[in-house]
């Protein structure tokens, strides 16, 4: 089983996002490949301060006008516990690589940090992706892109967000399936 988790700052925008247009993407595939992996596909915030909360509404919106219902999902925080059990820990920016350092033992978040870094300093991430232990990674470097996930938190941009999240999520899909 192909375990995601995707990990954002409070877990009601972008993470959110991402796990139900990847949930999106995978059913689309078993429609039409109903030997397709099975896929486990979640989100989780590495703040606490909008646990319980559910996804913000301009975000469901956007999930909504594209025919995508993610009603029932509240933010929780990422723990140990999820590091240990996903295969794939996919942060939307820089910053919740930082925040890392405060759910994960250090010696783990130091090794995933260089293990990220010396994936990030190849041309190609993908490639480097595929050599390397480390579970963590940024969604937009399986696009090949070398930023962050859009934050419509402070942009108020929800179709930024949103293209950004469909690339990046459609280029991972694509390099599990190549791998798997």
């Given at each position: 089983m192909i375990k995601i988790l995707f990990v954002c700052h409070g877990n009601i925008c972008r993470?959110?996002?991402a796990e139900f247009v990847m949930k999106k993407l995978v059913r689309d595939l078993r429609d039409?490949?109903?030997q397709a992996s099975d896929f486990e596909i979640a989100s989780a915030a590495t703040s606490t301060e909008e646990i319980g909360n559910p996804v913000y509404p301009?975000?469901?919106r956007m999930l909504a006008r594209h025919g995508i219902d993610c009603s029932g999902k509240t933010a929780r925080q990422m723990t140990v516990a999820d590091y240990n059990h996903y295969n794939y820990i996919v942060l939307m920016d820089q910053n919740n690589l930082r925040n890392l350092r405060w759910i994960l033992p250090r010696d783990i978040y130091e090794q995933e940090?260089?293990?990220y870094r010396d994936a990030r300093?190849?041309?190609h991430i993908q490639d480097a992706r595929d050599s390397q232990a480390g579970k963590?990674?940024?969604l937009m470097d399986w696009a090949g892109k070398n930023r962050?996930?859009?934050d419509p938190w402070?942009?108020?941009d929800f179709e930024a967000t949103w293209q950004d999240v469909n690339e990046g999520c459609t280029a991972l899909l694509q390099h599990i399936l190549k791998n798997s």
């Open positions: 993470s959110p996002m039409s490949n109903p301009p975000a469901r940090l260089a293990q300093e190849s041309a963590v990674s940024l962050d996930v859009a402070y942009t108020g």
